[in-house]
């Protein structure tokens, strides 16, 4: 038992210290705060600091706060700091700030700093990582609570504290700890600004020039500052409006960054990837949007026709999230691109990785489907009024007719409609229409399954017995009522489930101008139910309808009076393939024939009201045909009769 409990506090232990030496390992800048415990009379602050990498001194007595070692890299400085002095106070607070990147140390007493090395640019070469050398304890005056990055090292009095360093590139692991936080970008940037140095500034894994507007500032074209992998012909160069200058500022940093690498801008989807290397702009203490001229940054890259200037906020976003917003894309030529942006941030070309998120030709297909589908909605009005007012309109035949063309002509009123609300109406009233959208397309597909049936019903058994007319309604607008309604409720009640919505199409040789739609989107819940409810159905319509048209034709071949009954045949046949065959050329859109099919199914379902229209008047021609023979006639088969009756009727 007693070695069972000594294996888990070394396990205990092990784990601590793991921790411990994790969170040392980021220790990069040093802070050591503390009480000096002094006297009564003049006191002074007393340095003396030269380059190298040995150990620093901070020691205390009765007057004298002294910081005192090599650690600097460039910084060589020894002087005095008289002290503001409070004949009744015996104690003050401060602490020292060590940061090895900048060579910038500042020390803070009795509620001042004072700089005792500046900074002069990033270094490469530093003195980090320090750890506690040999500690001197004393008896009345010197450092009380001495502590380092707000962890206490002694409660005692101690006249001097020792720091041990080591020299490390400090522009390597200042990258590699950017590279592991969603803010490396910014810490980049502030440490880039913080270095003091107006130029060039490099980094191993950014590269950027300080510019300082001054008054009178008109306005700057350049070249960014890249490293030397990069081909001078695809360096981005940034234009700098003269309205970047704020009035109220006598002078104003900006810093430019370019990075080649794309590492810390990866975002975790991959429907779209960076096209080169990123730009970063910023101004000094200062948000810039909004401009009444706008920045210009040139991308050079790779030819490649879907490409999108974007730009990530990160006051808005803490993760990297590529938005469209403010950034206007002007397309030089295949290998030039130029970014207009109203705003100051990280900028970059987004381009398609899966190219089938673009549709070739989509402005034709949808004139070709917009123009269908007008010419379609007249035809059903036409074709409504006509079924209503003929005789026979009571029949059930007929009150499938009417039926079929009510859920066509919604069908194309709201396709129609559904691209103008998507881009200008709000999200509540692009999900109503892309609801009513999916209603009008169920009831359609309900409808032509009604037909199938029907007819089915007609040639097999002549009518002998009939459905109720409720059955027909239910399955034709009940269903598709339940089964948007479902959805909807699904939508409404359910956690971060979106079904319908706003939905891009992007055209292959315009990415910026993406077709708007009202209808399902395109994330898991939505596709789920479409290929459920949308294809399940699609299918079972299009499958039944090749099985009852082979029914048909093995029934009515085996009649002898197969050659009079033709044209009820072809009649069926065309309901057949117009209800059926043309919708079943979605589940044909792959292969080298896709874009072919792909018009033919534009083509033939937007034109669906209309030929449909045409198939009835010429039905009612062969009608009034038959008649006139058989005005001359009394004889013939009942069930042509009844069938050929009831068909055109």
């Known amino acids: 038992m007693e070695q069972n409990l000594k294996s888990v506090r070394m396990w205990i232990i092990t784990c601590l210290l793991f921790i411990l030496g994790q969170a040392m390992e980021n220790d990069r800048d040093f802070k050591m705060c503390g009480t000096w415990r002094h006297g009564n009379a003049s006191r002074n602050l007393k340095y003396d600091l030269k380059t190298g990498c040995k150990e620093i001194e ?110 490390i590139n400090c522009k390597e692991k200042f990258c590699d700890e950017a590279s592991q936080k969603h803010s490396g970008a910014n810490m980049i940037e502030e440490a880039v600004m913080k270095s003091n140095k107006i130029g060039r500034v490099d980094l191993p894994c950014a590269q950027s020039r300080i510019i300082e507007m001054e008054e009178g500032f008109t306005g700057l074209r350049f070249t960014l500052p890249a490293p030397r992998i990069v081909a001078p012909n695809m360096i981005p160069s940034v234009y700098l409006p003269s309205c970047l200058k704020s009035q109220s500022r006598s002078t104003s940093k900006v810093v ?85 942006c109203n705003h100051l941030t990280y900028f970059a070309i987004l381009v398609q990785v899966e190219q089938k998120t673009t549709v070739r030709h989509l402005q034709a297909l949808t004139f070709i489907t917009a123009v269908g589908c007008a010419m379609s909605l007249v035809s059903c009005l036409v074709l409504f009024y006509w079924l209503c007012k003929r005789r026979g309109k009571k029949t059930q035949i007929s009150l499938v007719h009417r039926g079929l063309v009510v859920a066509i002509f919604l069908l ?6 559904t691209g103008t609300l998507a881009n200008v109406g709000n999200e509540i009233v692009c999900k109503i229409t892309g609801s009513l959208l999916h209603y009008a397309l169920l009831s359609t597909l309900c409808w032509m399954a009604m037909e199938v049936f029907h007819t089915f019903l007609l040639i097999r058994k002549v009518f002998n017995s009939t459905l109720p007319t409720w059955i027909f309604y239910l399955v034709g607008f009940g269903l598709p009522v339940l089964l948007v309604s479902i959805l909807f409720l699904i939508e409404w009640l359910g956690v971060d489930v979106d ?67 033709h044209v009820a045949f072809l ?38 009201g209309f030929f449909l229209m045409l198939r009835y008047y010429a039905l009612e021609g062969m009608k009034k045909k038959d008649r006139s023979i058989s005005d001359g006639s009394s004889s013939g088969s009942s069930k042509q009769h009844m069938l050929q009756t009831h068909e055109k009727s």
């Not at 910026?512 to 989107?521: A, D, S, T, V």
């Not at 393939?577 to 859109?589: A, E, H, R």
């Open 412 to 417: 194309c009123l709201f396709f129609i409609l």
């Open 499 to 565: 079904i319908y919505g706003e939905r891009m199409i992007v055209p292959s040789d315009d990415v910026n101008n993406p077709y708007r739609m009202c209808w399902m989107l395109e994330n898991d819940n939505s596709l789920l139910a479409h290929y459920i409810i949308n294809v399940g159905l699609l299918a079972v319509v299009v499958s039944s309808g090749a099985v009852m048209l082979f029914l048909v034709v093995r029934e009515i071949r085996n009649r002898p009076d197969w050659k009079k009954i």
């Open 571 to 608: 009649s069926i046949w065309g309901l057949t393939c117009l209800f059926g065959t043309t919708w079943g050329l979605g589940f044909l859109d792959f292969g080298p024939m896709s874009e072919t099919i792909l018009f033919l199914f534009c083509i033939i379902n937007s034109l669906q």
């Open 256 to 340: 430019c960054t370019y990075y080649q690498n794309k590492t810390l801008f990866q975002r975790g989807s991959s429907d779209a990837d960076l096209l080169g290397g990123i730009v970063g702009l910023s101004v000094e203490n200062e948000i810039i949007k909004n401009l009444p001229e706008p920045v210009r940054i040139s991308f050079h890259h790779s030819p490649n026709h879907s490409r999108s200037c974007v730009s990530w906020d990160t006051r808005r976003d803490n993760e990297v999230t590529w938005r469209y917003d403010g950034c206007e894309t002007v397309k030089i030529h295949d290998t030039e691109t130029e970014c207009c």
């Open 58 to 167: 901070i020691s205390a007595n009765e007057s004298t706060l002294s910081i005192q070692g090599s650690i600097t890299a460039t910084c060589t400085r020894s002087s005095s700091i008289p002290l503001k002095s409070n004949p009744l106070q015996n104690q003050s607070d401060f602490c020292v700030f060590w940061e090895p990147l900048l060579d910038l140390l500042i020390v803070q007493v009795i509620g001042k700093n004072h700089t005792l090395c500046e900074s002069h640019g990033l270094q490469g070469t530093c003195c980090t990582d320090l750890s506690q050398g040999n500690h001197k304890t004393a008896a009345l005056y010197g450092i009380v609570n001495g502590s380092t990055h707000g962890d206490i090292i002694r409660y005692g009095v101690m006249e001097v504290y020792r720091f041990r360093g080591d020299s």
